[in-house]
């Protein structure tokens, strides 16, 4: 069992940043990929990017790519989501997800956070 628990969100201007983590506990966290996944208000949820085990391998969904970077601290068992040139349709609840295969699919990912909201204003 992997226990996750997201942290960082919060309310930010269109062109802000903002930086969530995402701290794990339970197994060994370096066997284990993780997932950021976000969703709005009415919609599905949604792949934002994925780390493998140790950082090596890293994948964006369009959206954000070249504005958000993922990460993550072995050490200290947490991932992280660094967003920058955040817009309105940013706003969601963000997710962070493990599993032991690196995958960017929403359904294989076995452990899920509470979420964190992130609220963009224009």
């Known amino acids: 069992q992997v226990q996750l628990v997201e942290s960082g969100g919060g309310l930010v201007q269109a062109g802000g940043s903002l930086r969530l983590s995402c701290v794990a506990s339970?197994?060994?966290?370096?066997?284990?990929?993780m997932g950021w996944f976000r969703q709005a208000p009415g919609k599905e949820r949604d792949f934002v990017a994925a780390?493998?085990?140790?950082?090596?391998?890293?994948d964006y969904a369009d959206s954000v790519k070249g504005r958000f970077t993922i990460s993550r601290d072995n050490a200290k068992n947490t991932v992280y989501l660094q967003m920058n040139s955040l817009k309105p349709e940013d706003t969601a609840v963000y997710y962070c997800?493990?599993?032991?295969?690196?995958?960017?699919?929403?359904?294989?990912?076995?452990?899920w956070g509470q979420g964190t909201q992130v609220t963009v204003s224009s």
């Open positions: 997800a493990a599993n032991q295969r690196y995958t960017i699919r929403i359904g294989a990912y076995d452990y």
């Open positions: 339970g197994r060994t966290f370096s066997n284990y990929a």
């Open positions: 780390i493998s085990g140790r950082g090596g391998t890293t």
